[in-house]
Each structure stands twice: as C-alpha cells, then as structure tokens.
C-alpha cells in the first residue's frame, strides 16, 4: 500500500471522526466549522486517492464531500464534488459513475443550470456510447442533454446531440426516428450560413436510412431534399443514392457493390454508413422479388 | 433529370473502359504475332501505347486521389464552422450574462451608497434587495439586436457568393468541354478523358465550395471579433465598478 493511500485512509478516519463530534458539541456555530473541516479532509483523501490510483476509494471520498456539502445547503460544491466523484468512477464502475453524474444533474436541474446538467448528461452518454449494450440508455441521455440544450438556445450542442441519436438510433434500426432528426436538423442547419454546407451529409444519411427501408420512398424523398437544398441535386452523394437506387430496382446485387466501392475509393465510408449500406445490400438479397 | 443522366454515364464509361481494355490487351498479344517484330515501328508504337495507359492511369489515379483530400479538407472546414458556430452562442450567451453583471452591480452601487450616507439604512438595503431582485436586464435587448445584425449581413455575402460562383463555374471552360465530351464515348482515349473531366469537374465544384466555406468562416470569425471587442469593453467596464465598490466596502467594514 503507498504512502499517500494510507495517508488517504488516514484523513478519511479523521473527518469521519469530526463528524461524530459534532452531535457531542451540538452548539450550531462549532457544528458548522466541524462539516467543513470534514469535508476539506474528505477531499483531501479524495485527491491522495487519485494519486495513488485507488479510484474506488477516490470516488467514494468525494461522494462522502458531497453529501455533506449537500446537507450543509452549498448545493453548487455539492454537485461539483459529484461530478469529481463519478470521474474517478469512471475509470472502473461505470453504474457508479452515472448515479453520481444523475446526482449532480438532479442538482443542476434544481438550480435551473440547465446547460451544465445538459452537459453532464452528454457525457453519461459517451459513457455508456463505448458499451455495446447501453446504447439505447446513451440514446435516452443524448435525447435529454438534446431537450435541456435547445431550452437553454445552444442550437448547435442541441443539434449535435440529436445527430448521436439519430447516428445511433439508426443502428437500432429504428429508422423513422433517425430520419426525422436528419432532416429536422438539416432544414434547421440550411437557415445558418455556416452551417449549410452541412446539410448535405445529413440529407445523405436520411436518404440512406428511407431506403433501408423502402426504395420508392427513398426516392421521394431524394427529390423533396433536391428542392429543400438545390445544390444538393450536384452532390456526389445524390448522384450514389441515385445509383443504388437504380441499382436496387434492377436487383443488381453486383452493381450496388460497385457503386458502394466506386464511393469508398474516393471518400471513405465510416463504419456507420458501412453497416447501413451492409443492411441494404442484404434486404436486397433476402427477399428478390419483394418490391 | 439532368442529374439522372450524368449519374449513369460513369458506370457506363467504366464498362465501356473495361470492355476496351480488354480487347486492347488482345490486341496487344495479337499484334506482335500477326505483325510480328520485323515491323520496328509497330512495336515502337506498341511501346508508346502502354506508356501512355500507364500515365493515364496514373493521372486517374491522382486525379482521385485529389478529390478524395478535397472532400476531407470539406469535412474539416464543415466541422469548424460548426464549432464557430457553437462559439458564437456560447459569446452571445457571455455577453448576455455580462449585462445582467452590470445591471447587478448598478444596484449594488446604489445600495452601497445608501449604507454610507446612512449607517442605520441597513433595514432599508435588505428589504430593497428584496424587492430589486427580480429586476428586468435593460440593455439585454438592445445589445441582442446588436449582436444579431451581423448574422443577416453573413447571409447575404453567403447568398451572394454562390451564385457568382456558380456563374463562374459555369462559363469556365472546363464545363464547355465536359458538356461535349459526354456525348461522345467511343474509344478508350474518350473514356479516360471523359473519366478524367469528370473527376476535374468534381474538384472544381468542390474547390469552389471550399472558397465559399472560407469566405464564410472568414466573415463569421470577423463578426466574432467584434463581439469579442464589444465583450471586452463590457468586461473593463465591469472589473472597474467592482474593485471601485470592494474598497468602499472594505472602507465601510474597516471602519
């Protein structure tokens, strides 16, 4: 065990013990003071924790500060030490880290700072982004960190929230959702100069997922896109989508692959489009004559 | 349905390409045979043949290459401008904040100066707090609408500038000669060629697109600095009145 780990263990007893006094003195004045000592020790242990890489111990300890700035009524320290706490979770017991960012978000709702709670939801959801199986509670998360960033009018952090939801919930297949953010945020992304340039990729991802769905309305909707946004009509993506679509209404299963590695030759297809076009390219095999 | 049409080309031209190819090759075994080494210059000719294959392919090849960067280059610029973007909401959300600051140490001030001219107007301060608390920011609005002019400017440039592009894009040279060249797909020569035009045209369009994007990210970091500039001035404003009021205060306290 290092030195600062028993160091820690050390000042962990010790606040424990000032807060056991205080119920002897019970005179409110010497009470206060023995919380705060309490806590600076508990975060003082926290840190000697972080330093020794004893993140369990570390998380706890400023869970332990937390608590107390909360019955103390400092309610903003209290959310920060949450915050601090579920970073140290973070590193192993991600269930941990998330209660305590749901703490602190709880917090942050209550005092009305809706863009740090939106923000701390953002990253409950990265977290559970990188496990396979959290991502419709990542999806739940970025739609709430989506719904506090628009009330709060960051549209842009709103809309890049919405983005992960529909990136991700077009991998759950649920794609009338992803289409509807696609195109939402592409008619709102048009309105901004900066942004237009965007628009297109959006559209090309809401093409995509109309036609892991259907051909015809796919097609519908490319056009409904070509009027919203004229330029995207010269788009190299319009012109693939074209292609698979004709291309799929021939069934020809060979030229979809051609076209899908005429495209990647050029730029390269992440592994999300990779995995949609996948999903095509096989309801086009399972079921020829469907159409 | 121009954009059908123009859609369908490439993978014919591709065809038409491989089917040439093909043959090409063919010819390429046959003639040695049939013609045979006693004609020097057909083989000379043959020579020159694969060389000039080689550097169209290679010219294909960088040609894509370089539309493949140019697209990355896009991705990059798209992501700034959504980051200026996000910038500029966190400054205007700032400068908003800054104003209530201001608003606040005004009346702050006032309180101050009630304290000390009259020690025992304690009672009065506090219950004045109370009912200044829910005080309406006055200059919000008025440095909202300032701050929102810059934005419509932005659009007309924006506006502006792609359809004299586009004009240009237009009467360039490059699009005369892509126009013709699609109609007519024969020999291998045109396939490459037209193969060639088209990947030129795409960098051109995707150039031009890039021009745009730097015009507008030029424009946006311009409004910013201003907004900063603006920021700034608020801010000393800010920093003066309060240390002026942290030594009346020390002074009423040390007393």
Redesign the interface.
């Known amino acids: 065990m290092s030195d600062n780990e028993q160091k820690g263990i050390q000042l962990m007893a010790e606040a424990e013990k000032k807060l056991n006094q205080r119920g002897f003195l019970g005179s409110l004045f010497g009470g206060s003071n023995r919380v705060e000592d309490a806590i600076e020790c508990y975060q003082r242990a926290g840190n000697l924790f972080k330093m020794s890489k004893n993140w369990a111990k570390a998380g706890q300890a400023f869970c332990e500060a937390a608590n107390l700035h909360a019955k103390a009524g400092s309610r903003h320290d209290a959310a920060s030490n949450y915050v601090d706490a579920s970073n140290c979770y973070k590193k192993n017991d991600l269930e941990e880290a998330v209660a305590c960012l749901l703490k602190a978000i709880e917090i942050y709702t209550d005092m009305g700072r809706f863009t740090m709670a939106a923000k701390h939801h953002q990253s409950i959801a990265e977290m559970y982004e990188a496990d396979p199986n959290g991502l419709e509670r990542a999806v739940q998360h970025y739609e709430q960190a989506a719904d506090y960033f628009k009330g709060?009018?960051?549209?842009?952090?709103a809309n890049?929230c919405l983005l992960k939801v529909a990136q991700y919930a077009a991998q759950l297949e649920q794609y009338d959702k992803a289409i509807q953010i696609y195109e939402q945020v592409a008619a709102s992304s048009l309105e901004?100069?900066?942004?237009?340039?965007?628009a297109k990729?959006y559209f090309f991802r809401a093409a995509l997922c109309h036609l892991s769905v259907d051909i015809l309305n796919a097609q519908h909707a490319l056009e409904r896109y070509?009027q919203q946004y004229p330029?995207f009509?010269?788009s190299?993506e319009?012109?693939f989508i074209?292609?698979l679509c004709?291309h799929l209404e021939e069934q020809n299963v060979e030229?979809f692959t051609?076209?899908v590695k005429?495209y990647d030759?050029?730029?390269?297809l992440d592994p999300w489009y990779t995995t949609i076009l996948l999903r095509i390219k096989k309801q086009a095999n399972d079921n020829p004559d469907l159409r | 349905m121009s954009g059908h049409n123009y859609v369908t080309n490439p993978n014919s031209l591709f065809e038409d390409d491989d089917v040439d190819d093909e043959t090409f090759l063919k010819n390429s075994r046959v003639n040695p045979t049939s013609a045979n080494s006693t004609n020097p210059f057909e083989q000379q000719k043959q020579a020159f043949e694969e060389k000039r294959r080689e550097i169209e392919n290679r010219t294909l090849e960088s040609s894509k290459r370089s539309l493949g960067l140019l697209i990355e280059t896009e991705e990059v610029g798209k992501a700034t401008a959504g980051e200026l973007q996000k910038q500029r909401e966190q400054l205007e959300k700032t400068s908003r904040q800054l104003d209530e600051i201001g608003a606040t140490l005004r009346f702050s001030q006032k309180h101050l100066n009630g304290l000390k001219s009259v020690f025992g107007g304690l009672k009065n301060y506090l219950a004045g707090n109370r009912e200044m608390a829910p005080r309406p920011p006055p200059s919000t609005s008025a440095s909202g609408t300032q701050m929102g002019s810059p934005i419509p400017q932005d659009n007309g440039l924006g506006a502006a500038m792609p359809i004299s592009a586009e004009d240009r894009y237009n009467s360039h040279p490059i699009n005369r000669l892509r126009s013709d060249e699609v109609v007519k797909v024969q020999s291998p020569q045109k396939a490459f060629d037209s193969q060639l035009e088209e990947n030129l045209g795409e960098m051109c369009e995707s150039l031009s697109r890039l021009k745009n994007l730097g015009l507008d990210l030029k424009s946006e970091i311009e409004s910013q600095n201003d907004l900063l500039d603006n920021m700034n001035d608020k801010i000393e404003d800010v920093d003066i009145r309060m240390s002026k009021q942290n030594k009346e205060m020390n002074k009423l306290l040390g007393k």
């Open positions: 709060e009018e960051s549209l842009s952090s890049k901004s100069s900066l942004l237009k340039y965007s990729e070509a330029a009509q010269d190299r319009y012109k074209k292609t004709e030229g051609d076209a005429d030759s050029i730029s390269r």
